[in-house]
């Protein structure tokens, strides 16, 4: 089935810093999303692309639908301790079937 | 006010046995579906349902069996539980308008089976 790679799979960055992960696939898609994941919790949405090129900004979160279609980046500025979670991209295909991608797991620390 | 509820939040259990797992959304949504999430955290659906009719079924052993009351009601039932079937289930649900509509998880069952 469809795999979509993120990295770096885990990162470990101080309070303030800035916050750069991506998103890879092989193949072309039309819509790209990032959920992130609290802990014990669901999913939520942060931000959806619709468009190649597309630049989206919820926040300090700003995400980019890459050119080619095939990949996606999730930046998160001046990163506070409420960041921590695992950040999913994540597709859409027929019947609005979403495919995840692996994760990249974020810790803050003080 | 909770959006979409699972019932319930933790689930341990034996091999072999038959257990179920209620989802509710008071969304207004006619759309839901079963996510699983396994021990690395990957996330990958399991069904869809819409205005009752299931439209997603990927390849999951028919030991599990998704039923759908009505449109705010999703549940699942497991039979003959497996070690493997230890994971998280996510329940999610949206709006269905032929183009993407965001997804509402609630907050996961966890399963282990023992």
């Known amino acids: 089935g469809q795999q979509l790679n993120q990295s770096p799979q885990s990162m470990f960055i101080q309070e303030g810093e800035d916050v750069s992960m991506n998103c890879t696939s092989s193949s072309i898609f039309n819509t790209w999303l990032w959920y992130k994941q609290d802990p014990g919790e669901g999913p939520v949405l942060l931000i959806a692309l619709y468009k190649a090129g597309e630049l989206t900004s919820n926040g300090r979160l700003t995400a980019q639908f890459g050119i080619t279609r095939k990949d996606s980046f999730l930046n998160i500025s001046a990163s506070i301790p409420s960041d921590v979670g695992i950040y999913f991209c994540?597709?859409?295909?027929?019947?609005?079937?979403?495919?995840f991608g692996t994760g990249t797991r974020l810790q803050v620390t003080l | 006010d909770t959006a979409v509820s699972q019932t319930p939040k933790y689930l341990v259990t034996q091999m072999g046995n038959d257990k179920s797992i209620k989802c509710e959304q008071n969304?207004?949504?006619?759309?839901m579906y079963w996510y699983k999430q396994d021990s690395k955290k990957f996330l990958k659906i399991m069904f869809s349902?819409?205005?009752?009719?299931?439209?997603i079924n990927e390849t999951v052993p028919n030991r599990f069996s998704p039923k759908s009351p009505d449109k705010a009601h999703l549940n699942l039932h497991i039979n003959s539980l497996e070690l493997g079937d230890s994971a998280v289930y996510f329940c999610a649900s949206s709006l269905w308008t032929g183009s993407y509509n965001e997804q509402f998880f609630g907050p996961g069952t966890r399963l282990t089976v023992l």
């Open positions: 349902y819409n205005n009752k009719e299931l439209i």
């Open positions: 969304l207004g949504h006619d759309t």
């Open positions: 994540a597709v859409t295909g027929t019947a609005s079937k979403l495919t």
